[in-house]
């Protein structure tokens, strides 16, 4: 963070004096303001519901230009990173700030390979939810657990506890996520086994059965990876700002990070890929790509409630430039497995196409988000809906942990506490008792 040698004046109507602050500037993009003094000094405190206008911290993980339509790892644009890197590569560069060489790799590789592995008892634990639970409830919950199986690496003024903790929980996540969907099925859990990739291993562990061998297709492993590279960080969204001011107070990496799934799970975040699905399938089964406009009609009116999901975001008022590189793999997915005639992939097409047509979508610079097209992918992976947000929780968990590991290696770190306009009943004595 660099000091400006500009400064921001704040004057008030009532004859207060006025007062200086400063201003920084970033690599990139827009400077802030420098408020920490606004209290002291004025006894006011700013107004910002949604933080629309606040950076809550300093951070050089991941950048947004939204006008752009453009994302950033570590200074790499999104679609060089698809291109060219795997999802393993796209970890150690979050984590670590660099791309990894080839002896980088094969470490980085073979230490995640190694703790992908759960404690037994985990099972058990998992055992107790009701088979038909949410993923995303039991994921929450068994993230949460690690905890309680882990404790030798919850020192988080340790840098080397942090970084096992980070290891374990990107190890593992794949293996909780299978085990949550083989447990819905009734089916027996799959270990992992170590001479096949990250993604490779969870697709095994995910549809194998003890029964017969299992043969990672390569397409589809791609597709998967590149749904796990696009999801991997995404700045200061509201899962990441929990797990930041969730692990503000000195918690473990593990309870954090279960705050952090438990806030994706949310329609308006990570569960809006499920949503986006679930729009699709019932207005195919009324009547497909001819009910468009009436449904489009439905979205544009306040009354309804019904918002084009897949549709918007806070960030990018232009095309998500994941929803590019998703529709990509949509298409070369649908390909290879042979359902090029997909009903809900021409309907997401015709939806898109009307929506960037219309005024509506046009003047509100709403453009499709990466869930718009995931959902078709991972359908036609075999995924089942409702696993959608775990597949999305997977891939954030290093972004999360790479989040929550700079905040405290920040010498400047504060518990999070935000302020209120307070607006209750003033202060008042009980009468009659
Ligand atoms: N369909 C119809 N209208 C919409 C939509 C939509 N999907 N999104 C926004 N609008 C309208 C909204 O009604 C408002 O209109 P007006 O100005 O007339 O009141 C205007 O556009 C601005 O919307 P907003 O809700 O104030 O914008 P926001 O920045 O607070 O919300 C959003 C962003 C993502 C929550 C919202 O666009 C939305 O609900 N989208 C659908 C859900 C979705 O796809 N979420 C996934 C986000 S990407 C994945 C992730 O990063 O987690």
Redo the contacts with the bound molecule.
Sequence with gaps: MQLSDKKATLSFSDGSSPIEFPVYQGTIGPDVIDIRKLYGQSGMFTYDP?F?STASCESGITYIDGDEGQLLYRGYPIDQLAQKCDFMDISYLILNGDLPDANQKKEFDSLVTHHTMVNEQLHFFLRGFRRDAHPMAVLTGLVGALAAFYHDSTDITNAHHRHVSAIRLIAKMPTLVAMAYKYSQGQPFIYPQNDLSYTGNFLRMMFATPCEEYKVNEVVERALDRIFILHAD?EQ???TSTVRLCGSSGTNPFAAIASGVAC?WG????G??E??LQMLEELQANGGVAKVGEFMEK??D?NSG???????????KNY?PRAKLMQETCKEVLAALGLENDPLFKLAMELERIALEDP??VD?K?YP????YSGIVQRAIGIPTSLFTAI?ALARTVGWIAQWNEMLSDPDYKIGRPRQLYVGSEVRDIAGR
């Design positions: 949604g629309l995404h969204n509201a899962s994706l329609p308006a975040h990570g809006a890929n949503a986006c979205v544009k306040k019904v918002r084009l999901m897949g549709f918007g975001h806070r960030v990018y998500d509506y979508f509100r709403l988000n990466v869930d718009f999305f």
